[in-house]
């Protein structure tokens, strides 16, 4: 006994031995989402959690899944919208205590599509879509270019329970629009990040997070790393009709917009030896500090994992790396150059406690998810498997946001049957109940 339990320490260093592969279920068979729209999860219940995706038919879908006996619901938002994981739905709870969907077509000029719940949280109710195109006319002298991806909604409860959305709209960067009428109407957008002079392919990577009161964290690129050879990461927050660095010190008002990206505060500046940056989560703890998860790339094959935290008391962002993630999970089809070749396996924070995360790595060729935990910032982990010797990729876990007190935290993701592409998917939506 003693010699087994020796080899099974020198196999798996740092994890806690034990396997969740007996608590894994199957939400749906056909779905798939991107992880630059979001909530794409949220709590409305001790022990409901309301999600979405897009099918293989590029269906737009939500779904209600019931913690307690894993009883799921499904409703077609908008059917064959377009074959493409980037058009998930992304979901906010409205003043009215209604369930509101946002989402748009990756790219175009088609607009935004919002859709609410007659009947609180009962997503069999769901309106019909409405598609607004915020802003077009009035900006397009500024900015010229025009086209619509990505929704994040969000409520600030101490502003008038004023709802925010934010996407990549006009000008190929993020914009901001909001509604002080549950999201029955939508005022003219902002356009938030640009750098000077404007350039029409820049387009900047945006993660979001809200305490839900007064406050939306940003966390950015200066763009695609497939373009931007030095690509950092920046944050500030929007409070109180203006946009701040993470120190508080104050960029500019709404009415001043956009900003431009050095202008925030740089979490990491990129240089050619580790690699150009993309973005996995933030979050915010009970105190109101930020948290940030990122990817760095020293080479496309050579996937870095970062956690990053906001240290209040010397006012500067402590950084560590986590782990090495491995290459790119899309399917590359023989004598092909990989189009995607910045597509991690993603990471997720339980936003509830920023100690904890979730990720994805390759391990054996194969990427797994795992349960981490950390109580140095960083320093050190705790390392649980969740998924092992799958026979697929899984990849983009997620944990809903908005878990009240007393429920049972889960994590969902994708298992790739297949995955070549953005537009060529087979994926199924798993999750895990952390019991």
């Known amino acids: 006994m003693y010699k087994l339990l020796l080899t099974l320490v020198m196999i798996l260093p740092g994890y806690l031995i034990g396997s969740a592969q007996e608590s894994i279920y199957t939400l749906t068979e056909d779905g798939a989402w991107c992880w630059f729209s979001d909530p794409r999860a949220i709590y409305v219940s001790n022990n409901t959690v309301v999600t979405g995706w897009v099918k293989k038919d590029g269906s737009v879908e939500a779904a209600s899944l019931n913690l307690a006996n ?124 640009s750098a000077s002079p404007f350039e029409a392919n820049n387009r900047p990577y ?60 740089p979490v990491y500046q990129a240089n050619e030896a580790s690699g150009r940056a993309w973005l996995a989560d933030v979050a915010i703890d009970q105190s109101g500090s930020p948290y940030i998860l990122y990817t760095r790339h020293p080479e496309p094959t050579d996937h870095r994992y970062h956690y990053s935290v906001f240290d209040e008391k010397v006012k500067k962002w402590i950084d560590r790396e986590i782990c090495k993630a491995g290459k790119w999970f899309p399917q590359t089809p023989p004598g092909t150059q990989e189009r995607e070749s910045y597509y991690h396996g993603n990471m997720t924070f339980d936003p509830s406690a920023p100690n904890v995360i979730y990720l994805s790595r390759q391990i054996g060729g194969r990427f797994e998810i795992e349960k981490r935990t950390t109580e140095d910032k960083g320093k050190t982990w705790q390392i649980y498997p969740i998924t092992t010797n799958s026979t697929y990729d899984q990849v983009r876990p997620y944990v809903p946001r908005d878990r009240p007190e007393k429920a ?24 895990w109940i952390d019991e």
């Open 408 to 431: 049972d935290p889960v994590v969902l993701w994708m298992e790739n049957k297949r995955y070549v592409h953005w537009t060529d998917y087979n994926t199924n939506i798993k999750y």
């Open 70 to 193: 894993r009883e799921s619901k499904m409703k077609i938002l908008y059917p064959q919208l377009e074959i493409d994981d980037h058009d998930n739905p992304a979901f906010s709870v409205t003043p009215d205590n209604k369930i509101l969907a946002m989402y748009a077509w990756h790219g175009g000029k088609k607009g935004v599509i919002y859709q609410k719940t007659s009947q609180d949280h009962d997503i069999s109710t769901f309106s019909e879509p409405t598609v607004i195109r915020p802003g077009v006319d009035e900006l397009l002298s500024d900015f010229p270019r025009e086209t619509f991806t990505y929704a994040n909604p969000y409520l600030l409860r101490d502003e008038n329970e004023t709802l925010y959305c934010f996407g990549r709209w006009i000008g190929y960067k993020p914009n901001m629009i909001k509604s002080t009428d549950g999201g029955v109407t939508w005022h003219d957008p902002k356009v938030i990040i």
């Open 206 to 265: 945006v993660k979001y997070a809200s305490d839900g009161k007064s406050r939306i964290h940003l966390v950015f690129t200066d763009g695609h790393p497939q373009v931007e050879p030095l690509n950092g990461v920046y944050h500030c927050y929007y409070e109180a009709g203006a946009f701040w660095k993470s120190d508080g010190t104050r960029i500019c008002r709404v009415d001043e917009l956009p900003f431009e990206p050095q202008e925030a505060t």
